[in-house]
């Protein structure tokens, strides 16, 4: 069964770095999206991606969040410089397959970022 | 009001037991209704999708009453693999964001 993939499942990283956490979406899926989860709060919508460009981003996702599909599987989202709060559980979610579009939205297990 | 709200938990039920979830949603144009399954530190999983004229698989019921903006997810016959948090979800547009619930734990005991 296809699945969504993440890299690397652990990320630990100091305060002030950029980092770049790595999705493989399902093959077919068109639609591409981020959520995170702080620790014992619930996810949360970052950003959704269609057709190469963001279609609707959250107040979470400033100017220190960027995505980009750099090739034909990849989708990665950057934060260019770190800060505590940004530790979370970062999940990465894909959705609308073709030629039978369905909507769901299946999640990859997730990057495990610890800020310190 | 928030915009998708859940019984809070934790529910502790015997294996065989039924135990029903409620979440309500804020939003009136939200369009798609889902049910996740959460384990500790994991992925959520897509449990069902929830349709207006309700929905079985195997031991679960989803309900939807888009009059009351509320929706349902039944399990029967209890298993302990069952012990999870469920994640309702909500979406307003094909395509669109899903918003979560803060979610509701399940410990399915001996």
């Known amino acids: 069964e296809p699945e969504v993939t993440q890299t690397p499942s652990h990320q630990v990283t100091q305060m002030g770095q950029e980092v770049i956490l790595r999705c493989v979406p399902i093959?077919?899926?068109?639609?591409f999206y981020w959520y995170r989860q702080i620790l014992g709060q619930k996810v949360e919508f970052l950003v959704s991606?269609?057709?190469?460009?963001?279609?609707?981003k959250s107040e979470i996702f400033d100017d220190q969040f960027s995505v980009e599909r750099p090739d034909g599987s990849n989708f990665t989202l950057k934060i260019r410089s770190t800060k505590l709060e940004d530790s979370a559980m970062y999940f990465c979610?894909?959705?609308?397959?073709?030629?039978?579009?369905?909507?769901?939205?299946?999640f990859g297990p997730g990057t495990r970022l610890t800020v310190t | 009001r928030k915009e998708v709200e859940q019984d809070p938990g934790p529910f502790n039920v015997p294996e065989g037991a039924t135990v029903a979830f409620n979440c309500t949603y804020s939003n009136s144009a939200s369009q798609s209704f889902f049910w996740y399954r959460q384990d500790c530190r994991k992925e959520p999983k897509l449990l069902m999708s929830v349709y207006s004229s309700g929905n079985e698989d195997g031991r679960f019921t989803a309900q939807l009453n888009r009059a009351s903006q509320y929706i349902s997810l039944l399990i029967r016959d209890s298993k302990l693999s069952d012990s999870a948090t469920y994640l309702c979800?909500?979406?307003?547009?094909?395509?669109?964001?899903?918003?979560f619930g803060q979610g509701t734990e399940l410990s399915v005991k001996p």
């Open positions: 093959s077919n899926h068109l639609y």
């Open positions: 979800a909500v979406r307003a547009n094909q395509g669109g964001k899903l918003i």
């Open positions: 991606f269609y057709n190469n460009e963001i279609s609707e």
């Open positions: 979610a894909s959705s609308l397959s073709l030629p039978v579009g369905t909507y769901e939205q299946y």
